[in-house]
């Protein structure tokens, strides 16, 4: 098992890739049955076209840019939960607007440093444009 710090390490590292729109980068950190729900209620993507569509339609087409608020590490040697605001295109605008949306993401990271889940807890209602 990793612990907290190198979890937290592990998705500090996955912030940034996503911030620089590093889809190849970011793609590299998903174990390979990852599985990611995004947001809850959605269907789950699953499988290397599923998870590849998913990651360039957000980091490339809505440029998404998270702050991380905070970070906590579960006990249990696997989870971290973590508070953010992501600032995103307005895809279904044409003008390319920017919305804010305030949610918290989980992930389960195995041994091996990969990412087994993401799971990201949002609604439309909070939803900030601007």
């Known amino acids: 098992m990793l612990d907290e710090i190198e979890r937290k390490e592990i998705i500090n590292e996955y912030f940034k890739r996503v911030n620089a729109g ?3 980068g970011v793609f590299s950190m998903l174990a390979p049955d990852a599985v990611v729900e995004d947001p809850i209620g959605y269907e789950p993507r699953k499988g290397e076209r599923a998870l590849r569509e ?21 006990q249990d040697g696997r989870s971290v939960a973590v508070a953010l605001t992501c600032d995103s295109v307005n895809y279904m605008d044409p003008n390319k607007s920017h919305v804010k949306i305030n949610c918290i993401v989980t992930f389960l990271v195995n041994e091996q440093g990969l990412i087994d889940e993401l799971r990201s807890f949002w609604s439309f209602k909070d939803l900030e444009t601007g």
Do not use: H
């Not at 980091?59 to 590490?73: F, G, H, P, R, Y």
């Open 22 to 24: 590093d889809v190849e």
């Open 54 to 74: 998913y990651l360039r339609f957000n980091l490339v087409d809505c440029q998404i840019q998270d702050t991380v608020e905070k970070m906590v590490a579960g």
